[in-house]
């Protein structure tokens, strides 16, 4: 095994203790949200009643402090819709609520603006947007999105756009003949062999994660590269078998070893018709996408 397998597989292990590595991949499992009474003041029973006192405990479940805390807290209670626009978002009682300075509050809330979840206007105050104004193509929105109310819309939307970006990657990519990006490729799924034969899902699911993204990056297209971070979300979100990748099965190795197979010939029709049968390992995804085309 090369030294890159090696690497991301002692990085795996770690992360699963506990340890924080360098670009390792991002999960926040949030619970759902619980139903409650919309009408009147904000209802922050479906937030973390110990968010301060924890995020002066530790650095922040992702390592971003206590306004990475607040923001996915905010966040993940606007996507659930247990904040919504009837009233607007009052600093200083998020402040009380949470435990938190007013210039915490502030910072969070300036991130959800920028990604559309809020709105602040002198003399109206911040407020939540509807849906159709918010970045869906953030990665905290989709998992946030993933892991609420709208879970079975956002993993069938991340599973259609999977279908839509990916194939066409894999036959960009196979133009390209970088052997360094194949080795890399050959590695990951070389790393998916072992971890699958010894039952490890979270380096497998790693090595799969490092797999799409670099072929999505390799692509040679800069607006496909910018897609990637979504393919990471999708993979890192999908939680039940919305594609082939999401289960540890022979049929699933089999295809990422033909698209590296692919690469390494320059047969771009062959590299797409793989991804497209990878995507639809699992008869649940026909009823989303249709079967494999033949080239």
């Known amino acids: 095994m090369s030294t890159l397998a090696h690497t991301m597989m002692t990085a795996a292990r770690s992360a699963d203790s506990g340890i924080a590595n360098p670009g390792e991949l991002d999960r926040y499992p949030y619970a759902d949200a619980p139903a409650v009474d919309r009408v009147g003041a904000p209802a922050w029973e479906g937030a973390d009643p110990e968010l301060g006192r924890v995020g002066r405990r530790a650095a922040g479940s992702r390592g971003r402090g206590l306004h990475g805390q607040l923001v996915q807290q905010l966040g993940q209670m606007i996507v659930s819709g247990d904040l919504g626009a009837d009233r607007p978002l009052v600093p200083e009682e998020i402040g009380q609520r949470f435990e938190v300075s007013r210039t915490v509050v502030r910072e969070s809330l300036r991130v959800l603006e920028a990604k559309g979840l809020v709105s602040a206007r002198p003399n109206v105050g911040t407020r939540v947007r509807p849906v159709s104004d918010w970045n869906l193509l953030d990665p905290d929105i989709i998992e946030?999105?993933?892991?609420?109310?709208?879970?079975?819309?956002?993993?069938?939307?991340?599973?259609?756009?999977?279908?839509?970006?990916?194939?066409?990657?894999?036959?960009?990519?196979?133009?390209?003949?970088?052997?360094?990006?194949?080795?890399?490729?050959?590695?990951?799924?070389?790393?998916?062999?072992?971890?699958?034969?010894?039952?490890?899902?979270?380096?497998?699911?790693?090595?799969?994660?490092?797999?799409?993204?670099?072929?999505?990056?390799?692509?040679?297209?800069?607006?496909?590269?910018?897609?990637?971070?979504?393919?990471?979300?999708?993979?890192?979100?999908s939680g039940g078998p919305v594609t082939g990748c999401d289960r540890l099965n022979d049929a699933t190795l089999a295809q990422h070893g033909r698209i590296v197979d692919a690469l390494a010939t320059g047969d771009g029709a062959a590299a797409e018709t793989a991804m497209r049968q990878l995507l639809t390992v699992?008869?649940?995804v026909e009823r989303v996408v249709p079967a494999p085309r033949e080239h």
């Open 144 to 237: 946030w999105r993933a892991f609420g109310p709208q879970r079975d819309d956002q993993r069938r939307e991340l599973s259609e756009l999977r279908w839509t970006i990916e194939p066409l990657a894999a036959r960009l990519a196979a133009g390209h003949g970088r052997e360094d990006v194949q080795q890399r490729l050959a590695d990951m799924v070389g790393i998916m062999g072992h971890a699958m034969g010894q039952g490890d899902t979270l380096t497998f699911s790693r090595a799969d994660a490092e797999f799409h993204t670099l072929l999505i990056q390799v692509a040679g297209n800069r607006m496909l590269e910018h897609l990637s971070g979504i393919v990471s979300s999708a993979l890192q979100v």
């Open 282 to 284: 699992h008869p649940e």
